[in-house]
């Protein structure tokens, strides 16, 4: 009977550290999967201020700032003309 006891009470201690306890498995697990979200998202931000950083970098230049504005916005000088080339791929 006593071994049986050992038993019930390690079975009851498993069950209750897995499932019941506020510092229980699952909420470590789920935990850790937010913590592996969050570290994701922060690494995806330091690419997005580094590639930031360099946008404002070449924008500080206002040679280049002409370049960039006439290659993302379509800008151009007064009385200037653009003429836009489509080329045409040979695989079509």
Do not use: C
Not at 2 to 25: A, P, Q, R, V
């Amino acid at each position: 009977m006593s071994e049986f006891k050992y038993l019930i009470i390690t079975i009851i201690f498993l069950i209750w550290m897995t499932f019941l306890d506020t510092h229980s498995w699952l909420i470590h697990n789920e935990l850790n999967v937010e913590i592996e979200q969050l570290e994701a998202q922060k690494n995806e931000l330091k690419k997005n201020i580094i590639k930031d950083k360099n946008t404002i970098d070449i924008l500080n230049n206002p040679d280049s700032l002409e370049v960039y504005g006439r290659t993302n916005y379509n800008l151009k000088k007064e009385n200037e003309t653009i003429y836009y080339i489509e080329y045409r791929d040979s695989i079509d």
